[in-house]
């Protein structure tokens, strides 16, 4: 055992910290307490037991078990009669005084200990532990072995700890979903109810046209009893009628018969016959009587209760009248079941439609921000309410949206003096590929507009090169070699900014590749070749047309568009459903632009029908190749396809078409029939929007779907 001086320096560097295994961490405050804390906290403690090293004995060995220190709680009756027992108990048995210090200072600790607290248990066991690493700290043979075992102990503790911390949270969610699922119980008991109760009113109904349908078929069977019953009376009246009738024929016959046989008897001279002969006659007569009276009987018998014919007809009739009768009312009740049935799930369907329309409301109200007020911005746009009443004319909040955001970025794109260059990489257009810094020319939007129109005065007389190096050489010639790749940043700017003006987001979409000129073009010819048709129709040369005379170039110039579509393009035109057919309109008012690059409502509306008949020609191909964006498609199915929804298409149409979705050239092009086909594949998605891009109209109508 070591000396007194030993076990002092031990008990004053020894902390409330116990050894753990590295992989186990634990937020207990008591053990992640530092080294150097706990030291000082336990450095006075220690020294009160540090006098107690020499008092160690073999008292457990020699005295009784009953005065083992028991895991009680201090204070506690049990407690009280315990320490009574050590008080009585004699001298010769009295404990080691290092025992008794460790227990005095354990019952101190528990005293002190506040147990009201949801760490009570956590905060009783530091004592215990104390003690523990006491008797690690003296007793050095045990040492290894019992910190073992309370490392044993304290991994287990803190991974019961995480346990009950990780279990936590569910229990917090198991009570939510329990609330949950209460909740949705009373719903749907109440839902149950609702319907319980409409079902019982519908079972009562019910019931009550059973009653009635019953009622008529126990009157329509006292009908059928009381005419069957009637004629059984005709039929024995008759009968008996019948019967009568031949008896009394017979007994004429018979009385005819004696009297002749009298006078034959009475004169036989007088007829001038032999009587042997007419004995043989008359016996032969009578034999013939016989034989037809028993005919007569036989008939009797099995035609007996025959009814007449008339008046069988008479019944049958009556009988096939309430029959069909009674299958009309089947038939109605039938279709009266149906429509009832029918009317049930209509209902249960408008409610539940009702039900979630109702949610989607709230939810809408609680989610959705209220419409802006748009008449806030006239004082705010420059020119005042006068221009914000123009720019607002007729547009939806998105398209006053649009014009705001023009309007802000004009304001900041005159703000900016320079424009940073792109570089030289491959995705930078040809035009803009510069690396440096250019001036902004800051022209207005008519400038950049009458620059545009110019540029397409210049493309329409000549179409050798491409398009975007065709800008960039018109801006050389413009303004020269020097200026030109500040106006065409300047140019790109604007065009990217004013996407609402459609001579800037046209020429800007064919600048870029996602619009082929050649949608610009054909556009211009048709708007050229109306105005022409009706310049013709106009036949005084004074610029006027009549309602009905628009209507007639409108269906020869689009002789595939509906009639929907022809009364849109009239309304946009300044027809009204009041209008006259006789009202006058001046035709060359449908063509004009502003200053601004601005169509009027006419032009506007056949470059909207124009993209919509795009689109719907475009989903009739893709539904009826069958397949998903994603998939490949070949060539012969592609041109077996555009001959399905367009059979009037002529081979160069077909293989302009061909060539633009598939990227090659038409000279490259295989024959329809060739093996070869079938190699050529792309997907779906890339197909369709290289169609987008090109000028892709209807040739022809279907032959299911006759053109207006």
């Known amino acids: 055992m070591a000396s007194p001086k030993l076990r002092c320096s031990r008990f004053a560097t020894t902390s409330r910290t116990y050894p753990r295994p590295s992989v186990v961490t634990t937020d207990d405050p008591f053990i992640t307490e530092t080294n150097d804390t706990k030291k000082c906290k336990l450095y006075p403690k220690r020294k009160r037991l540090s006098s107690m090293g020499s008092h160690l004995s073999p008292w457990p060995t020699y005295t009784s078990g009953q005065t083992i220190l028991h895991n009680r709680k201090p204070c506690s009756d049990d407690y009280r009669k315990q320490a009574g027992s050590w ?7 009295t404990k080691p005084r290092y025992l008794e210090q460790l227990e005095d200072y354990l019952h101190k600790e528990l005293l002190l200990l506040d147990l009201g607290t949801d760490l009570a248990q956590e905060l009783r066991l530091q004592p215990y532990r104390e003690i523990f690493e006491f008797f690690i700290e ?31 949270p569910l229990k917090a ?42 009622e008529e078929k126990i009157s329509l069977q006292s009908e059928v009893t009381k005419l069957r019953k009637n004629l059984a009376e005709e039929y024995l009246r008759y009968l008996s009628e019948r019967d009568a009738r031949k008896i009394l024929i017979a007994d004429l016959n018979e009385l005819r018969y004696q009297r002749e046989d009298r006078s034959l008897a009475q004169s036989p001279g007088i007829w001038g016959e032999d009587p042997v002969k007419l004995t043989v006659a008359l016996k032969m007569t009578r034999q013939d ?77 609680r989610t959705s921000t209220p419409r802006p007020d748009w008449t806030k911005c006239k004082d705010v746009v420059a020119g005042g309410p006068g221009r914000w009443q123009i ?16 309007e802000i970025g004009e304001g900041l794109l005159r703000e900016k003096d320079f424009f940073s260059g792109l570089g030289y990489e491959e995705s930078v257009p040809p035009f803009l590929r510069f690396d440096g810094v250019v001036e902004n020319k800051k022209p207005t939007k008519k400038d950049v507009v009458k620059l545009l129109r110019d540029a397409w005065k210049e493309r329409l007389a000549e179409e050798k090169e491409k398009f975007p190096d065709f800008f960039f050489h018109f801006l050389e010639r413009r303004f020269g070699p020097a200026e030109a790749m500040a106006w065409a940043y300047t140019i790109f700017e604007n065009m990217k900014l004013f996407r609402s003006n459609e001579i800037m987001s046209q020429f800007y979409a064919i600048l870029m590749e996602e619009r ?43 002789p595939f568009k509906k009639e929907e579509k022809i009364q849109e393009l009239m309304e946009a035109g ?135």
């Not at 008080?87 to 048995?93: I, M, N, V, Y």
């Not at 096939?320 to 249960?348: A, G, N, P």
């Not at 060539?659 to 038409?666: C, D, G, M, R, Y």
């Open 87 to 93: 008080q009585q108990q004699p001298q010769g048995t």
């Open 138 to 168: 003296d007793f050095k043979t045990y040492k290894p072995l019992l910190s073992s075992i309370k490392n044993a102990y304290e991994v287990m503790l803190a991974h019961q700890k995480e346990k009950i911390r990780a279990l936590e």
């Open 173 to 214: 969610k198991l009570v939510t979903v329990n609330d949950e699922c209460d909740k949705r119980i009373l719903a749907m008991r109440a839902e149950e109810k609702t319907e319980i109760s409409m079902l019982k009113k519908e079972k009562m109904n019910l019931l009550k046209l059973i009653d009635k349908k019953n």
């Open 289 to 365: 009587l016989t034989r037809t009276q028993m005919e007569l009987n036989t008939m009797k018998a099995n035609f007996g209760d025959v009814v007449p014919r008339r008046d069988f007809e008479m019944q049958e009739k009556t009988n096939k009248d309430l029959q069909e009768q009674l299958d009309s009312l089947r038939d109605d009740y039938k279709e009266v079941r149906k429509e009832h049935e029918i009317l049930l799930q209509l209902h249960m369907s408008t409610l539940r439609e009702r039900d979630q329309f109702y949610s989607e409301l709230q939810e809408i109200q």
């Open 391 to 406: 720019l607002a004319e007729g547009k939806n909040s998105d398209q006053l949206v649009d014009v705001l955001l023009e």
């Open 516 to 558: 082929s000129e050649s949608v610009y073009i054909k556009q211009k010819e048709i708007i050229a070749e109306l105005l022409k048709e009706m310049t013709n129709v106009d036949s005084q040369n004074e610029g006027l047309l009549t309602m009905d005379q628009l209507r007639t170039v409108l269906k020869s110039t689009f």
């Open 574 to 708: 300044g027809w009204h459903p009041n209008s006259s057919n006789t009202d006058l309109l001046n035709y060359h008012s449908l063509f004009i632009e502003d200053e601004e690059g601005q169509s009027v409502p006419f032009v506007q509306k056949l470059w909207e029908q124009y993209l919509d008949e795009k689109d719907k020609y475009l989903k009739e191909l893709k539904q009826l190749l069958g397949l998903e964006l994603h998939d490949e498609v070949t060539l012969p199915k592609v041109r077996e396809a555009l001959m399905t929804i367009d059979p009037k298409l002529d081979k160069q149409t077909l293989n302009s078409y061909l060539s633009q979705a598939f990227q090659l050239p038409v000279t490259k092009l295989p024959e329809a029939g060739e093996h070869k086909e079938e190699g050529i594949v792309t997907l779906l998605q890339t197909a369709l929007q290289q169609l987008q891009v090109a000028d892709i109209r209807r040739v022809g109508s279907r032959e299911q779907e006759p053109a207006s």
